[in-house]
């Protein structure tokens, strides 16, 4: 697997001032340990670096594939998705900040009347029109929602491994996970059958720490 930029920075500051700890490495980095902790997690997942309690991280030398990443890769994304809350386009922006609210979630779905995938919403897109002063009683969803296909989406059959490194990678909360429906020279239909979240995701290495793996 390819690694980022940021990461291969990180890797390179903990195999020359091994060890380090997280706190010295987001000074290093110019972030703060929050922003830096999914990266440290893939790295240690993926066995490139390894953590020591109350000592740092340290660089393996010649990394091998470790548990974690083995047993996420076995995980199919089907079995640890949620049900995901959508919309249409025309709903207006007030109803649908009513809804997103009711739902306690962070991002939700526009699809179309196949409850094919056309656009995505968020909390951050809600509080950028609000603060703005526009009339959300009249704005419908469709004018400031994120459309299609510019959406970081999985398939089922997908690894876990593979659609939490999209959800860190693009930093955002969750992804649609679809099927594919149909496609033309225009456009590929995607209808929406569930939604992988950084709580799923969560909830999957609670799982592991249960289990010890």
């Known amino acids: 697997m390819k690694l980022t930029p940021r990461q291969q920075v990180i890797v390179n500051l903990v195999r ?22 999914p990266d440290l997690a893939i790295l240690t997942m993926l066995g490139i670096l390894d953590a020591r309690p ?20 076995n995980i199919k994304v089907g079995e ?26 962070g991002t939700m779905f526009v699809v ?11 909390r951050k897109d809600f509080l950028k029109i609000a603060i703005g002063g526009t009339d ?8 400031i929602m994120t459309r299609m296909p510019n959406i970081i989406w999985a398939e089922s059959e997908e690894s876990a491994f593979s659609a939490a490194k999209k959800i860190i990678t693009h930093e955002i909360d969750c992804i649609p996970v679809v099927e594919r429906v149909a496609s033309t020279m ?5 209808r929406i059958v569930g939604k992988i979240s950084k709580t ?13 793996i």
């Open 80 to 105: 640890i998705m949620s049900k995901p809350v959508f919309i249409s386009e025309e709903v207006t922006v007030y109803d649908a900040i009513v809804l997103i609210f009711l739902n306690d979630v």
């Open 186 to 190: 225009e456009k590929e239909q995607l």
């Open 54 to 73: 109350k000592v740092g991280y340290i660089y393996v030398e010649k990394p091998s594939e470790s548990l974690v990443k083995q047993y996420i890769s």
């Open 136 to 143: 959300i009683h009249k704005v419908p969803v469709g004018v």
């Open 16 to 37: 020359d001032g091994q060890p380090i700890t997280s706190e010295a490495l987001a000074a290093k980095v110019g972030v703060t340990r929050a922003a830096l902790r």
């Open 200 to 212: 799923n995701i969560t909830k999957l290495f609670l799982k592991l720490a249960d289990n010890n």
């Open 112 to 122: 179309d009347s196949d409850q094919c995938l056309i656009g995505a919403v968020s």
